[in-house]
């Protein structure tokens, strides 16, 4: 790896198979559907090792459903905050699910689907409502889809009755939480919205089921979920979890291009930017673990701040310390990137996007894209 000019973004095929196994084994045991939301990673040059597994997808987008049409050969279970009559009809021809966010907007765009069932018995649309059970254990308001004067989904005071095609139900209320997280919002939404489940298909669970991170319950997940089966046998459960599935399997590899210091804070610039390949940083926020840094910060060590390669006064992210003073060439390891990270990637500054790299369970570093001028050229207009 040390071979490979920094930056580039490192997915580890050993890692990525082993939450696929586990994600997998959940679906079985607790006889569940569980796809991945592109909206956590996106990499469609690792599909295969999804396909493998039999994962499809969710999508929230005509490009995500497209990428799941063409990568993961699957009809995606659509769900987008608004329907244009643009968009519709292409979302109409690539899911196999269809959810709304409001009862206006399934009564406008239902005849289309209806009309397109008619011609394609074999491969007719499901159609669902996105319901709001105005509960949420999630702290960081902008991740919460629960918090008051939320955009997403009917609350039980506006569901006075269930219109006439909605098959199913999807609800969200979760962020990187537990299966006790789980189990208070499947409360809530019981208490509420129970009564119309008996004259429904599936049920759509949303993400934040983050199963594969260590200390996880991943028993009481599968207890949860079958005892839920249980109450309601008539219901297909899916899940539909990003980060669990990409969550520790990549890295961003970067370099120290210099150290400044100002007013007895010393910097160390690296060749990423915060602002640009790792946004969650600055929105959560979060300090990410760098692998050559000390576990905690010791000011009798030599402590940095560690700022981007950007002209974003704010791109820099709390303080860490070394073992040994930085310097330029320096290799800097930023753990667990590959998720919500090369998703929300942007070119600000026009500064360089790290390259993706794949390492292979034979020890193979395979280059899956670098990024060039014409990237960013062609993104303007």
Same mark, same amino acid.
């Given at each position: 790896?040390?071979?490979?000019?920094?930056?580039?973004?490192?997915?580890?095929?050993?890692?990525?198979?082993?939450?696929?196994?586990?994600?997998?084994?959940?679906?079985?045991?607790?006889?569940?559907?569980?796809?991945?939301?592109?909206?956590?990673?996106?990499?469609?040059?690792?599909?295969?090792?999804?396909?493998?597994?039999?994962?499809?997808?969710?999508?929230?987008?005509? &490009?995500?459903?497209?990428?799941?049409?063409?990568?993961?050969?699957?009809?995606?279970?659509?769900?987008?905050?608004?329907?244009?009559?643009?968009?519709?009809?292409?979302?109409?021809?690539?899911?196999?699910?269809?959810?709304?966010?409001?009862?206006?907007?399934?009564?406008?765009?239902?005849?289309?689907?209806?009309?397109?069932?008619?011609?394609?018995?074999?491969? %007719?649309?499901?159609?669902?409502?996105?319901?709001?059970?105005?509960?949420?254990?999630?702290?960081?308001?902008?991740?919460?889809?629960?918090?008051?004067?939320? %955009?997403?989904?009917?609350?039980?005071?506006?569901?006075?009755?269930?219109? %006439?095609?909605?098959?199913?139900?999807?609800?969200?209320?979760?962020?990187?939480?537990?299966?006790?997280?789980?189990?208070?919002?499947?409360?809530?939404?019981?208490?509420?919205?129970?009564?119309?489940?008996?004259?429904?298909?599936?049920?759509?669970?949303?993400?934040?089921?983050?199963?594969?991170?260590?200390?996880?319950?991943?028993?009481?997940?599968?207890?949860?979920?079958?005892?839920?089966?249980?109450?309601?046998?008539?219901?297909?459960?899916?899940?539909?979890?990003?980060?669990?599935?990409?969550?520790?399997?990549? /890295?961003?590899?970067?370099?120290?291009? /210099?150290?400044?210091?100002?007013?007895?804070?010393?910097?160390?610039?690296?060749?990423?930017?915060?602002?640009?390949?790792?946004?969650?940083?600055?929105?959560?926020?979060?300090?990410?673990?760098?692998?050559?840094?000390?576990?905690?910060?010791?000011? &009798?060590?030599?402590?940095?701040?560690?700022?981007?390669?950007?002209?974003?006064?704010?791109?820099?992210?709390? /303080?860490?310390?070394?073992?040994?003073?930085?310097?330029?060439?320096? %290799?800097?390891?930023?753990?667990?990137? &590959?998720?919500?990270?090369?998703?929300?990637?942007?070119?600000? &500054?026009?500064?360089?996007?790290?390259?993706?790299?794949?390492?292979?369970?034979?020890?193979?570093?395979?280059?899956?894209?670098?990024?060039?001028?014409?990237?960013?050229?062609?993104?303007?207009?």
């Amino acid at each position: 790896m040390e071979t490979i000019p920094t930056p580039y973004y490192v997915v580890y095929e050993e890692k990525l198979r082993r939450n696929l196994e586990l994600i997998t084994a959940v679906a079985q045991r607790a006889g569940v559907k569980i796809i991945i939301a592109f909206k956590a990673n996106a990499l469609w040059r690792t599909f295969p090792i999804f396909r493998e597994y039999g994962v499809c997808s969710t999508a929230s987008s005509v &490009n995500e459903m497209l990428l799941a049409n063409d990568e993961l050969h699957c009809k995606a279970h659509t769900y987008c905050p608004a329907y244009t009559p643009q968009t519709i009809e292409k979302f109409i021809t690539g899911s196999s699910h269809i959810t709304f966010n409001s009862i206006e907007q399934f009564e406008r765009y239902y005849p289309q689907i209806e009309k397109y069932n008619d011609r394609h018995n074999n491969e %007719r649309i499901s159609c669902g409502l996105r319901i709001n059970p105005m509960f949420s254990v999630v702290e960081t308001d902008i991740y919460n889809p629960c918090s008051p004067g939320s %955009r997403f989904g009917v609350t039980a005071q506006q569901l006075i009755q269930l219109p %006439r095609g909605i098959e199913g139900f999807h609800f969200h209320a979760l962020c990187e939480s537990t299966s006790y997280d789980l189990e208070q919002v499947l409360a809530s939404v019981e208490s509420q919205f129970g009564e119309f489940m008996p004259r429904l298909n599936w049920i759509n669970m949303g993400g934040g089921h983050l199963m594969t991170r260590e200390g996880y319950d991943v028993e009481h997940l599968v207890t949860l979920l079958r005892a839920f089966k249980l109450r309601h046998p008539n219901l297909e459960v899916i899940l539909e979890p990003g980060s669990a599935f990409c969550w520790q399997t990549g /890295d961003l590899e970067a370099s120290v291009v /210099d150290v400044v210091e100002n007013s007895g804070i010393k910097t160390a610039i690296v060749d990423v930017s915060f602002a640009c390949h790792m946004p969650d940083c600055l929105e959560m926020p979060y300090k990410p673990e760098i692998a050559q840094a000390l576990p905690e910060v010791d000011r &009798n060590k030599p402590t940095y701040r560690i700022g981007g390669n950007s002209c974003l006064s704010g791109d820099f992210v709390g /303080d860490w310390s070394f073992s040994e003073p930085l310097k330029p060439g320096d %290799r800097l390891t930023f753990r667990d990137m &590959n998720h919500y990270t090369t998703v929300k990637t942007n070119m600000f &500054n026009g500064i360089a996007h790290p390259a993706i790299v794949m390492r292979h369970n034979s020890g193979e570093m395979e280059m899956l894209r670098q990024f060039t001028y014409s990237d960013y050229k062609n993104r303007m207009s």
